[in-house]
């Protein structure tokens, strides 16, 4: 049974309304909704993280797989004959254009050498520029001899310092020196040579090492049992 | 009091989240795994280079005749092989009339001779780097001019190189084989 709405329904008075909708106002605020879009941007910024940092680890494990499987191509014999072909071909480059070729100084000596003149002694040494230097000892059979033969070095452009000394004459005139002179690279090395068309030929040397070359020719021995027609007062020469 | 703690606790959940993982995994564990991929990719690029390079190079090298190849390495041994070497030289000589004998082998350590003396003895100074080894090996013979010549030239034109470096030629006419004398300093090479 519904009571009149005069009768009041408690003795206890009441409290005047207050309005909460005012006070939930105050409590969701702009800090409120900043906290929240902090958190909710935090925990968005861990994602992408995460899903940034899965993508990328799967990347590299596929590009480590990529390279596992590159390095299983390389093969380390073929690399290290292509390296030592490389290394073969310059160094045979380079030994062959400082090759020591001291025939064409024997050559210039014979030719150089007068008839009345001979040599008996003679110490070549070829240094690292590769220029050479001599030492020789002779007899000549007169001191016009011996001048004409210093002129004779005097006019090899190849031959440097040609010094003639230690020179005297015995009792039959003849007369014995020394000769010290240095030789340009140009009478020592290869590159100078025609022996280094005839070592470049295919046939010329072969797979032995000490394949003699099939044009190599024995030549007089000129120098040092001294034969030429230079010179004034030609005589026979006398061997050691 | 809840309501006023919430902001709070999000601004500290907030906090933890970003110090606790975002940062370390960006600046740690994304950066390392950046650094490598960088890494991978230069060394696949390289592998990829190589890979040309190889092709073109096994190419060049199919191109090169055999024989030649054959002669380089005649040329330049990979070993010194100073035994067969001076048995060549001997047979060399004896075709020439030369008789050869006291070998003396002599390993050049930084272009100069283990022997090399201070008298100024001028010797052969290789350059540091190359791709060859040296050794000297000094010899004497005797026999005539003519013969000698010959000898030279036959080793001046072997597929080998043989560098002489040091002659002391003299007379040895007194001796019982006459002619001259001949000392002589060989440089040979060999591939390392």
Same mark, same amino acid.
């Given at each position: ?190 590159? =100078?040579? =025609? ?46 | ?88 030289? &001997? ?10 004998? &006291? ?23 290789? &350059? ?65």
């Amino acid at each position: 049974m519904a009571l009149p709405p005069n009768i009041p329904t408690s003795f206890v008075p009441k409290q005047p309304v207050t309005n909460h909708a005012h006070r939930s106002r105050d409590v969701h605020g702009p800090l409120y909704f900043g906290a929240i879009f902090l958190v909710a941007t935090s925990i968005v910024g861990a994602g992408i993280t995460f899903g940034y940092k899965t993508y990328i680890e799967t990347v590299r494990d596929s590009k480590k797989a990529k390279l596992e499987v590159a390095e299983r191509n390389i093969n380390p014999t073929a690399v290290e004959d292509f390296i030592r072909l490389r290394n073969r071909i310059q160094a045979a480059s380079t030994l062959l254009d400082q090759h020591v070729v001291n025939s064409q100084f024997f050559d210039v000596l014979e030719s150089l050498t007068l008839q009345n003149v001979r040599f008996q002694s003679l110490i070549l040494s070829v240094g690292a520029d590769r220029t050479a230097k001599i030492e020789m000892r002779g007899l000549a059979r007169s001191f016009n001899a011996l001048a004409a033969e210093s002129a004779a070095f005097a006019g090899e452009k190849r031959i440097k310092r040609a010094i003639f000394s230690n020179i005297t004459a015995d009792k039959n005139g003849v007369v014995s020196f020394s000769l010290r002179a240095e030789l340009d690279p140009k009478l020592t090395t290869i590159k =100078s040579s =025609s022996i280094k068309m005839q070592v470049t030929e295919p046939n010329i040397a072969t797979s032995t090492p000490f394949a003699p070359a099939a044009s190599t020719t024995t030549k007089a021995p000129k120098a040092l049992t001294a034969t030429t027609t230079r010179g004034n007062n030609a005589t026979a020469s006398t061997t050691p | 009091m809840t309501t006023k703690l919430f902001p709070i606790a999000c601004v500290l959940i907030a906090c933890a989240i970003f110090f606790g993982y975002i940062n370390p995994t960006v600046t740690g564990a994304i950066a390392t795994t950046n650094a490598q991929i960088k890494q991978y990719d230069a060394a696949l690029s390289a592998a990829q280079r190589f890979e040309q390079k190889q092709a073109q190079l096994t190419t060049e090298a199919k191109a090169l005749p055999q024989d030649g190849v054959t002669r380089l390495e005649a040329f330049l041994p990979d070993g010194v092989d100073n035994v067969q070497l001076i048995l060549d030289l &001997d047979s060399v000589a004896a075709r020439s009339g030369i008789r050869l004998s &006291d070998f003396v082998t002599t390993e050049v350590k930084g272009g100069q001779s283990a022997s090399d003396d201070a008298n100024g003895t001028p010797t052969l100074a290789l &350059d540091n780097g190359q791709p060859y080894d040296s050794l000297d090996l000094s010899m004497s013979g005797t026999g005539s001019y003519t013969q000698f010549r010959s000898f030279l030239d036959a080793v001046e034109t072997s597929l080998r190189p043989l560098d002489l470096l040091e002659l002391r030629l003299s007379d040895a006419s007194a001796s019982p084989g006459g002619g001259y004398r001949y000392d002589m300093t060989f440089r040979l090479y060999w591939l390392r």
